[in-house]
């Protein structure tokens, strides 16, 4: 089993340890409601070396992330709950002020905890709807997101004990700029998409300045067979002959590139082999030279809320998409 390397986020605590790598359960079959994410797939994840899920309300994934702690607990997988870290996210209908409360209760209900040990709000958005299975969302149910109320929410969660860390996604430098003027307690974490086709280094540069972790989501580009991911890390060239001169797999290179900018990862798979190579990249290092390599690779964002969530760009979605570049 590998152990997987920690760094340090705040917290109601403290500065807290989180696993660097966390196990992604974000599916798109997830979100339309079609349960794929099982929690034997889940507990062989933790027998393989996770300690760290990533999951939200969204995805409907946090029952099985719940079973799967509670059977790696009954069988001895793990001795205390405090050996797993759980990451889960607000969704965008539920961003008014007198909303997120009921939320991460709702949460730790489907989770089966009493705690989380981190919570995101999900992107820098409202929607104006009950359910969403995955479909285009009319431009009359997307409107602007109160901040500064929604923040009031999280920071309530937080010194309720209800989440040990509060955080964001998706923000943008200037939307945490605006952030950071208000907030009481700063969010301990930013998850953006980031791999080396999409390499954030602007952003990321700012999170750090700031005490702020940078997590990356859809670090191999997500599963090209469906809108939530693309084909440009897996198959990229740059990619792919630094890995035939390591022996090593793309994503292994992709993986190590982000380990070595700073930041965290949430990774997915679902398959037992791929799990444990997904965690083969602490005991070597990239060359100056592959990494000058892939600083030259040209970027281009996937972005998959702008692109499916909504039927066409609206103010709201126009200004993030403008922003995270």
Known sequence: MVTIP???????EGLRPVPVIAMGTATES?????EVVTPSTLTEAIKVGYRHFDT???????KPVGEAIAEALRSGLIKSRSEIFITTKLWCN???RHLVVPAIKQSLKN???E???LYLIHWPLKLIQDEYNGGPVPNEC???LDMKAAWEGMEECQNLGLTKSIGVSNFSFKRIQQLLSFAKIPPAVNQIEMNPHWQ????????KANGILVTAYLPLGGDCNTALGHKRVMECDVLRDIAKSKGKTVAQISLRWLYEQGVSIAVKSFNTERMKQNLGIFDWSLTENELNKIDRIPQCRHLYLIGTLVTQHNDVLAEIDAELD
């Open 94 to 96: 539920s961003a008014d």
């Open 56 to 62: 939200a309300a969204i995805y409907r994934t946090e």
């Open 115 to 117: 705690y989380v040990d």
């Open 111 to 113: 989770l089966g905890l």
């Open 6 to 12: 920690e760094t340090m986020i705040s917290s109601s």
């Open 200 to 207: 954030q280094k602007k952003i990321t540069e700012f999170c």
């Open 142 to 144: 997307v409107a602007a």
């Open 30 to 34: 997830g979100i339309a409601g079609i």
